[in-house]
């Protein structure tokens, strides 16, 4: 079986790539013959209304989801199913978790574990996963934790910190894995709305200060509209428009678009 050899900075190598994507809950097809590619340091947002596919796109990129049908390649490498001899065979669950390292998502409803500190929470998966010496996992997290305004609570438990404050550990709990990829899905939706503009403030200097390549989920139009290099609107599982965000928010061609736009601004 061959290893990971790409490498996500090769040129003309899509850094995330779907193939004719079929996504299906039981007769529900949520995502139909998908196809788009998202280039290395690209961020690219997904909008659109309820139900129309954009967290599976993500859950199927984290392999929290089974594909139906077609391909996801992460920088060359296939994800989850793969083209061998005219058939789709899939690949064996050590490949997927080697090519899954590079991913990190950032989940609605936080999802720390409620037993640990935060300190614990952040360092888990870098000592058990990337092998890290404690010490140097929790240097670190000091640094992540310091980057997101969080140093003074490490070692609290999450029921002691508001919802904006868990989301930004679980942030930097994303970053403490060094990801390549970084997945949010609407990270602002279950915040009170003062607590909003701090979480953002937060994702807004990581893709300021770095080249990772981001998929957002979000209804937060003006976050859309300043952290991506294109906005891509969905409706009932397919892309009907896309562009850069100044003509999709100011001059959307689709009518679709500009109904959901008029709803949402």
């Known amino acids: 079986m061959p290893e990971n050899t790409a490498h996500p900075g090769v ?28 280039t290395k340091g690209e961020r690219v947002t997904l909008i659109g209304p309820s139900g129309s596919g954009k ?23 296939p994800l989850q199913y793969e083209e061998q001899g005219g058939k789709r065979v899939r690949i064996p669950d050590k490949r997927r978790r080697r090519t899954t390292t590079d991913i990190g998502m950032v989940f609605q ?21 990337m092998g890290l010496k404690k010490a140097e996992a929790e240097a670190k997290a000091e640094t992540l934790l310091d980057k997101v305004g969080m140093g003074w609570k490490k070692d609290a438990r999450p029921s002691e910190l508001s919802g904006g404050q868990q989301q930004r550990i679980a942030i930097a709990r994303a970053l403490a894995m060094d990801p390549e990829i970084l ?40 976050f859309a509209r300043e952290v991506s290099d294109r906005v891509m609107m969905f409706d009932k599982g397919s892309v009907i428009e896309e562009g850069l965000p100044d003509k999709i928010f100011s001059e959307p061609e689709n009518q679709r678009t ?8």
């Open 11 to 38: 040129p003309g190598v899509p850094h995330i790539e779907f193939r004719d994507v079929v996504k299906k809950f039981g007769d529900n097809t949520v995502l139909d013959d998908l196809n788009f590619t998202v």
């Open 55 to 77: 967290t599976t796109i993500l859950r199927l990129v984290m392999t929290l989801e089974e594909l139906t049908g077609g391909y996801i390649d992460i920088a060359g490498n």
């Open 109 to 129: 409803h936080f999802n720390l574990f409620p037993n640990m500190t935060v300190m614990e929470n952040i360092i888990e998966a870098p000592v058990n996963v």
């Open 183 to 222: 997945l949010l899905d609407e990270v602002t939706s279950a915040l009170d709305p003062e607590l909003v503009g701090e979480v953002l403030a937060v994702l807004k200097d990581i893709a300021a200060e770095t080249d990772i390549s981001m998929l957002i989920v979000t209804h937060e139009m003006q």
């Open 258 to 265: 500009q109904d959901f736009l008029r709803a949402v601004l």
